[in-house]
């Protein structure tokens, strides 16, 4: 089946410093990549929708400036925490959209700010 | 909007019971519902998919079912085991758009 990975699984990085997550889609291109985060014991809320070679589209709340998304290829997007802050911490997961119908996630990406 | 929810919330069975996890959506104008696991700090595991035409899916000891008319699906698992303690997500899909979970349902199987 189709593959989408993450890196970092993991990161610590201090306040004030901004981090980077690649999502790639392995083995198919996906035009249409969302960006997920999850505090603890809570579940996956959206944070933004990437599309290809366009901007990202974020839902209500989420800072369009702080958390930076580049859907620069048609197996890669990046979410970029900018200035992070001990509250960024969460797990961040992605998923890519194979044509019209299925939605394959990545593993995963903790991120701690300490 | 689109809200999901699921009940319960925390389960806790002995191992080889016979149990069922509830998951309810507000919109019926859904493209497809999927059930997926996650293990402690993990990503997520699909379990089982299932397209709005359908009304059920199975996969080994599991079966999902769907009725999009009342907003609700089910996950039976059947003769549970440790392993299968874990956070269960149901997740709805409108069309070609992302999904909205449910707050999970956190199962564990006693040996």
């Known amino acids: 089946g189709a593959v989408v990975s993450q890196h970092p699984s993991w990161v610590i990085c201090k306040s004030g410093t901004s981090v980077k997550i690649e999502c790639r889609s392995l083995d198919f291109q996906a035009t249409t990549m969302f960006w997920y985060r999850q505090f603890p014991k809570q579940s996956l809320m959206l944070m933004a929708t990437s599309n290809e070679g366009s901007k990202a589209t974020y839902e209500q709340g989420v800072e369009k400036d702080k958390f930076l998304i580049n859907h620069a290829s048609l197996t890669l997007s990046t979410l970029t925490v900018t200035s992070a802050h001990p509250e960024d911490s969460s797990f961040y997961i992605c998923?890519?959209?194979?044509?019209?119908?299925?939605?394959?996630f990545g593993p995963g990406t903790r991120l701690t700010v300490t | 909007k689109q809200e999901v929810t699921q009940i319960p919330a925390a389960l806790s069975v002995p191992e080889g019971e016979n149990l069922v996890l509830n998951c309810s959506f507000t919109d019926s104008a859904i493209y497809n519902l999927q059930w997926f696991r996650q293990d402690p700090g993990k990503g997520l595991t699909s379990l089982l998919l299932?397209?709005?035409?359908?009304r059920e899916q199975t996969s080994g000891r599991l079966n999902a079912s769907l009725d999009k008319s009342s907003g609700r699906s089910t996950l039976y698992i059947a003769a549970s085991q440790p392993g299968d303690s874990a956070t269960y997500l149901c997740?709805?899909?409108?069309?070609?758009?992302?999904?909205?979970f449910g707050p999970g349902t956190r199962l564990s199987v006693l040996p």
């Open positions: 997740a709805v899909e409108p069309r070609g758009q992302n999904f909205v």
């Open positions: 299932i397209q709005s035409s359908q």
């Open positions: 998923s890519a959209r194979l044509g019209a119908y299925e939605q394959y």
